[in-house]
């Protein structure tokens, strides 16, 4: 039997053998005269197909972009149509409340002399304004919701001057704007990303039912890149949101919108996030302030965000204001037993007045450049006055080297792409692309061997790319965790620096540049980077204007260094910057944010102020 058998398989190849060209040929002449004869109206339909299916895709998703945009702008049409025919018996002059400094603001409410209702409707006006100009606003929140919040703040004032009992919030009567990402019942939380228009929030953030509990307003969101990873402002959904002071700027991002409307003075408190400068670049970009607190401080739940569950990069909800002493009230605000209460996971520190005041003489370190990515002779300037003008006041000032900044921002790119930057891909698949995350986009598409190979190439002369492109890939659970390990060994190696220097804190360029052209942001990524490592090492972080570029400054950029391609994109965006704000970042210790907030309020009130727009 295995004989036979042995036997048939000789000659079955045999046959295959004898036969096989033949038939092969035979196989091919029929499919040829078939591809001749059907071939091309085959090939043609499915062209047809494939190209139609590709053209009413694009179309729908156009349609759905453009139908968010439209119902937004009817929002903020319907809200000024209303404010602007309602009746009011003798208003003040609107220009006189949105021009009040916080502090002011605060006493004229709370004497009566301003009720909050003709604070909220002043605002929301001028904030409806601006976004004209500079496009700030998304939407308007409710306005039946937000006069009824300054119905009751005014009763509740009525009720404390009258003796009738009742307390006052910390930010009674006070209208703050939010966010776009901050959750607010039957509002989009989009991030600038059609995929997340697919239903309104079913609940408020936990900042915003705070906010109200102290007394205060949300009354307008703000716009934001697409995905919020990019210090550009402009997304598919919203448009692209200019800088006040000058149009052809970005503001900044991703709270850019909140920085543009604060700047404008359509605003006087403001909300944003930060994952990597986020609140402080738009701050800075725009002469406003703001604080990026340690993370655990203020709460995340109810705030959208593509990096759900992501831990190694510390991200913290943050603080917006004209002065630094209206970030200290809204902190002062948040951090309140309510907070902690709908947040039992927040270490509950409350906050502290008296750890806000400075100290008689602080000992202060300072640094003004670093060599991954140097700053420009307008940024560098402006550490120096800050410098300078602490130390006329009587702090000791002293030089504190930059971390390696290298290794710090690897371990970023590493630990912000340990996904693979898979939920980036996943949020924008099927959306068009903003010119803020085109280029990333693309870059994550590029097969892992070939950007392992482009990565190599970048190494041998342009480094600080390969920090970028080298360090985007998928990381096992092993390597994350030895990832993590790494980062918190790197975080207590700093601390001890500091602490050994006997430092309160330091202050540092809040941007490598300052304000960049609108569209440039995606080219100068690693600027960004005097902001991120704050985030990666988990320290509070505010940022006070303190000086306006000018025209030496930027005869200054022709000594500066350009050994690679950031290097002459610095040099070509940080000219026509004359005139427009620059500011210094304040760092201290974990938890130590009331201290990091003294160190601002220092350099605001030694530092000739700038203002918000000219």
């Known amino acids: 039997m295995d004989s036979v058998y042995f036997l048939e398989v000789i000659l079955a190849f045999a046959t295959v053998i004898l036969f096989w060209p033949s038939l092969t ?59 602007t025919n309602e009746s009011t018996e003798n208003p003040p002059p609107r220009e006189d409340i949105t021009e009040l400094p916080v502090d002011q603001l605060v006493e004229e409410i709370r004497a009566g002399r301003l009720s909050a209702k003709a604070v909220l409707r002043a605002y929301t006006l001028k904030a409806l304004e601006v976004s004209h100009t500079v496009n700030c606003v998304t939407e308007p929140l409710s306005l039946e919701t937000c006069q009824s919040g300054a119905d009751a703040a005014d009763r509740d004032l009525a009720n404390v001057l009258g003796g009738n009992g009742g307390e006052l919030g910390v930010l009674h009567g006070l209208p703050v704007s939010i966010k776009e990402n901050l959750n607010v019942v039957g509002m989009y939380s989009t991030l600038g ?5 697919a239903a309104p929030a079913t609940d408020d953030a936990v900042i915003c039912r705070v906010l109200r509990s102290q007394g205060a307003i949300p009354f307008v969101k703000t716009n934001v890149p697409q995905t919020l990873l990019s210090f550009d402002c402009s997304n ?75 831990t190694g990069v510390a991200y913290s909800p ?8 209206g970030c200290r009230l809204l902190m002062k605000g948040l951090c309140s037993d309510e907070m902690y209460r709908l947040d039992p996971g927040l270490v509950p520190l409350g906050w502290s007045d008296r750890r806000c005041e400075p100290k008689r003489r602080m000992r202060i370190g300072y640094f003004l450049s670093t060599a991954f990515f140097e700053a420009t002779p307008a940024a560098q300037r402006a550490v120096r006055e800050a410098r300078d003008a602490l130390a006329g006041a009587g702090h ?23 996904d693979g930057f898979d939920i980036l ?44 492109v ?32 006997q430092l309160d804190g330091f202050i540092c360029p809040a941007h490598a540049i300052g304000p960049v052209p609108i569209g440039t942001a995606a080219s100068l990524t690693a600027s960004a980077a005097y902001t991120a490592v704050f985030n990666l090492l988990n320290m509070p972080a505010g940022v006070v204007p303190v000086t306006r ?13 350009h050994r690679d391609l950031w290097g002459m994109a610095t040099k070509r965006f940080a000219r026509g910057m004359e005139g427009l704000p620059m500011a210094v970042q304040c760092v201290t210790l974990p938890w130590q944010d009331e201290e990091c907030m003294a160190i601002m309020a220092e350099v605001e009130a030694n530092v000739h102020p700038i203002g918000a727009t000219s």
């Not at 990303?193 to 228009?197: G, H, K, N, V």
């Not at 408190?269 to 302030?289: E, H, K, Q």
């Not at 965790?481 to 918190?488: D, G, H, I, K, R």
């Not at 930027?554 to 000594?559: K, R, S």
């Open 25 to 83: 040929m035979r196989w091919m002449r029929d499919v040829l005269d078939a591809t001749q004869a059907y071939g091309p109206p085959v090939l043609g339909t499915v062209v047809v197909v494939y190209t139609g299916y590709r053209v009413i895709r694009r179309y729908n998703r156009k349609s759905a972009i453009a139908a968010r945009g439209a119902q937004a702008a009817e929002s903020r049409r319907n809200a000024e149509a209303v404010l």
């Open 193 to 197: 990303c059609l995929l997340r228009t």
């Open 236 to 310: 598919p959904l919203y448009g692209c949101t200019l800088n006040p002071h000058k149009l052809t700027r970005t503001p900044g991002g991703s709270s850019g919108g909140e920085a543009a409307l604060l700047a404008a003075h359509g605003s006087v408190l403001g909300i944003g996030t930060d994952i990597g400068g986020s609140v402080r670049i738009p701050a800075a970009f725009c002469g406003v302030c703001a604080l990026k607190p340690t993370a655990g401080r203020l709460s995340g739940v109810g705030i959208s965000g593509l990096f759900a569950g992501q």
């Open 318 to 325: 943050g603080v917006m204001a004209r002065e630094v002493s």
């Open 396 to 418: 000791e000032l002293v030089d504190f080297p930059a971390p390696d900044f290298e290794e710090l921002m690897s371990m970023y790119y590493k630990l912000i792409s340990a």
């Open 425 to 468: 891909v996943q949020a924008t698949e099927n959306d068009e692309h903003d010119t803020s995350v085109r280029y990333g986009y693309r870059l994550l598409s590029v097969p892992k061997p070939v950007r392992r190979l482009l990565s190599f190439v970048l190494g041998l002369t342009w480094r600080r790319m390969k920090s970028l």
């Open 470 to 501: 080298g360090n985007i890939e998928r990381k096992s659970v092993q390597e994350l965790w030895a990832l993590q390990a790494s980062c918190l060994a790197t975080r207590q190696k700093f601390y001890e620096r500091v602490r050994d220097a």
């Open 549 to 561: 570029a000018t025209k030496e400054d930027e005869e200054g950029l022709d000594v500066y260094p």
